[in-house]
C-alpha cells in the first residue's frame, strides 16, 4: 500500500503527516509513506485544497485533517 501526503509544509500539512505516520504505526504491515510538497505535481494530480491525502493513488481527503480514527479506516 502507498499513502501518499499532499502539502506544501503548512501546520495543517505537517499535522496530518504525523497522524498518517502514527496510524501506520499502530496498524502495522508494508505501507509506505509519501509526502508531496511541489505545488506543480498537487496540482497536477488534481488537487485544489491542501492538506490531501491519497491511497494506493485515489484521493480520500481534501482540505482537511481527517483524525487518526479516521485514516486508520481508510487504510482497513
Not at 26 to 42: N, R, T
Amino acid at each position: 500500500m502507498k499513502i501518499e501526503i499532499f502539502g506544501t509544509g503548512c501546520a495543517k500539512c505537517k499535522l496530518l503527516e504525523k497522524r498518517v505516520r502514527e496510524a501506520v504505526e499502530e496498524i502495522g504491515g508494508d505501507i509506505e509513506i509519501v509526502k508531496i510538497e511541489d505545488i506543480g505535481e498537487i496540482i497536477n494530480r488534481g488537487i485544489m485544497a491542501t492538506p490531501a491525502l491519497a491511497i494506493d493513488g485515489k484521493i480520500k481527503v481534501a482540505g482537511r485533517d481527517p483524525s487518526k480514527e479516521e485514516i486508520k479506516e481508510m487504510i482497513g
